[in-house]
């Protein structure tokens, strides 16, 4: 890899690594008692992740997640990063720490756990497909980003979702997030966001209001959005279609499936 492609990861891991450092000292009152930082304690596999995905450039078509799940982002260092998937078929491995305060039924196993979320095992079921699964096509066609890169869980290991804290300690973390995305899409060069649900959509558009890029929104594959389990990838489809972000993927009308 050239050393530009070095200096850009660089950058943009510093981009990153100081949101979640600033995120970190944030207070979000009590329902958080566990705060992950995989940017962090998965920094290995997390910079191994950009290389792959800004060399020789990063694409223009960003995706934007909210934040790491319990078993994706939060094992792997990857956002939407389903374990099976990153290790198998990105060939993305390397150290995974712990969190400095782990909650003892949200362990980090990294890609030695076998849960995986189904929501995150939707998406990589459409980017397969969307790639011709090819990996490499896929590193060329799109980059993976979160709006916000912490987990964060209540006393019982629940996940809590920036979208589900007060706006007393929402709004703090907002202006951060912002900030940064509005930072590392400039840094990219990133003309259009792709991003997965409502909350993720809100916050891009906040962030580029004063950038020529466009948002889109991504209905959310999570279980708990009813519209998703009914056939969720042709829905997404019909999306990136109207979106016209389809001729960004070599995309043949196939069928795939998750590994």
């Known amino acids: 890899m050239a050393q530009s492609d070095f200096s850009l990861v660089q950058r943009i891991y510093e981009l990153e690594s100081s949101l979640s450092e600033r995120l970190m000292r944030l207070s979000y009152g009590d329902k958080v008692q ?24 990063p694409a223009s078509l960003m995706l934007l997640g909210m934040n790491p799940g319990p078993w994706g982002m939060a094992q792997t260092g990857v956002p939407f990063g389903h374990v099976g998937v990153v290790r198998d078929w990105l060939g993305v491995t390397g150290e995974v720490r712990k969190p400095c305060n782990e909650h003892p039924n949200r362990t980090v196993l990294g890609f030695s756990c076998h849960r995986s979320e189904v929501s995150g095992g939707r998406l990589w079921s459409l980017l397969k497909l969307l790639c011709c699964n090819n990996p490499s096509v896929l590193a060329k066609s799109i980059f993976l980003h979160n709006y916000c890169p912490l987990l964060y869980l209540t006393s019982t290991g629940t996940n809590v979702t920036p979208a589900d804290l007060k706006a007393a300690y929402r709004r703090p973390l907002e202006s951060l997030c ?19 649900g409502n909350y993720a959509c809100n916050g891009a558009r906040r962030a580029v209001a004063q950038l020529p890029v ?46």
């Open 178 to 196: 912002d900030a940064s995305l509005h930072d590392v899409v400039s840094l990219l060069g990133v003309t259009d966001i792709l991003a997965v």
């Open 214 to 259: 466009k948002v889109h929104k991504l209905m959310h594959p999570s279980p708990r959005n009813p519209l998703a389990n009914i056939d969720w990838e042709s829905a997404a489809l019909q999306q990136l279609r109207q979106a016209g972000l389809l001729d960004r993927f070599p995309y043949n009308g196939g069928s795939s499936n998750i590994s």
């Open 34 to 57: 566990y705060t992950y930082d995989p940017i962090q304690y998965a920094s290995v596999p997390h910079c191994n992740y950009l290389h792959m995905f800004c060399s020789p450039k």
